[in-house]
């Protein structure tokens, strides 16, 4: 496959410098037909092939025009400009390789970056999710129970003098439901800790914003904060990758939850979307916390910068870039009485084309 596509590269070469003779002999012009062979040559195949349109145009070049009798072309001025089609040629070659060697190590650089970020944002989505142990083993164990007690129902209706079917039905049915839900609960789970390409597709982010709050609640009420959610029922769908915006809204929350947990007033986390002015989607989530150190705000999304004695200082940072990799934007500002505001904004397809 390799040699197949070396010798596609040569001779597409030797192609161009066929044309470009085909062309310069009727109109005597070898110069500009010859040096177009060895750009295109240079370009779309590399040194090599760029090198071989140079020999064959040099070679064209002496045996078919600095002799030719019709029309005479022995006066001194043909073998100059010989001279500096050579000259150019070769100049030409070689930008075009310097050219092609500095875009496939920015390429490269790229793709490195690329990949890059996409594993730190999953190291940071398994540093959540550590922090989330607790949480998610008090979600999951809430379905099994009821499953338990819907089990042992079932099989006291079962079991009596006379069976009865439909409440044990009923029971078998609440089972299924809360077996549904603690597999749902750990297929979320699962989905923060994959390691796949980004999967772009149509999100609902007041769904996305639901399944977040259902999955942190138990981790709010352990101190006593709660969730409350202002969904706009308008809010259109974004195109996004779903697991990574729920890891922002998951960074957001828990940063929600972190800044309460020492306050001796009201401790109430809110979440509200709307759309904007623009037709993009907003999101907002608010606290009533410690609030934001005025003299820091600006350093907020800089990379190992945290407020937290123990915090990684990656969070946010990672949050921004998902979002920005989205087309939105991720901003802070402190609350108007107490505690701090993060908003974020996806467009949507109509935000875009316009």
Not at 38 to 47: A, Q
Not at 126 to 143: D, F, I, N, R, S
Not at 261 to 270: A, H, M
Not at 280 to 306: C, K, R
């Amino acid at each position: 496959m390799k040699l197949r596509s070396e010798l596609a590269r040569y001779g597409l070469a030797a192609f161009c410098c066929g044309v470009a003779l085909a062309v310069a002999w009727p109109i005597d012009a070898p110069s500009s037909c010859f040096l177009l062979a060895v750009s295109v040559s240079s370009l779309l195949g590399g040194l090599g092939p760029g090198l071989l349109a140079v020999a064959l145009s040099a070679i064209c070049f002496d045996y078919l025009f600095l002799h030719r009798t019709l029309p005479p072309a022995t006066e001194p001025a043909t073998y100059l400009r010989f001279a500096v089609f050579l000259a150019v040629a070769l100049v030409i070659t070689g930008l075009m390789e310097v050219k092609r060697r500095v875009e496939e190590s920015r390429n490269r650089a790229e793709q490195s970056l690329r990949q890059a970020n996409l594993d730190l944002a999953r190291v940071s989505r398994v540093t959540t999710m550590g922090e989330l142990t607790a949480a998610v083993a008090h979600e999951v164990k809430q379905p099994i129970a009821a499953s338990i007690t819907n089990a042992s129902t079932c099989l006291r209706w079962l079991g009596g003098d006379t069976p009865n079917l439909e409440e044990a039905r009923a029971a078998a049915r609440r089972i299924i439901e809360d077996q549904t839900r603690a597999a749902e609960i750990i297929n979320r789970i699962h989905l923060l800790f994959k390691k796949d390409a980004l999967k772009r597709e149509l999100v609902d982010v007041n769904e996305v914003i639901q399944e977040t709050v259902a999955l942190l609640r138990s981790e709010a009420t352990r101190y006593s904060i709660s969730i409350r959610t202002g969904l706009a029922p308008e809010v259109p769908s974004v195109t996004a990758d779903r697991v990574q915006l729920q890891q922002v809204l998951m960074n957001l929350v828990l940063n929600g939850i972190d800044a309460m947990k020492d306050v001796s007033g009201r401790r109430e986390l809110t979440i509200n979307s709307q759309r904007g002015q623009k037709g993009e989607v907003v999101v907002s989530v608010s606290d009533t916390g410690v609030g934001l150190p005025p003299q820091q705000i600006h350093q907020l999304f800089n990379a190992f910068f945290s407020t937290k004695p123990h915090g990684t200082g990656m969070g946010l940072r990672i949050s921004r870039s998902i979002v920005e990799s989205h087309g939105g934007r991720l901003w802070a500002a402190d609350g108007v009485s107490d505690g701090a505001t993060f908003h974020f904004t996806l467009p949507t397809h109509a935000a875009i084309d316009e």
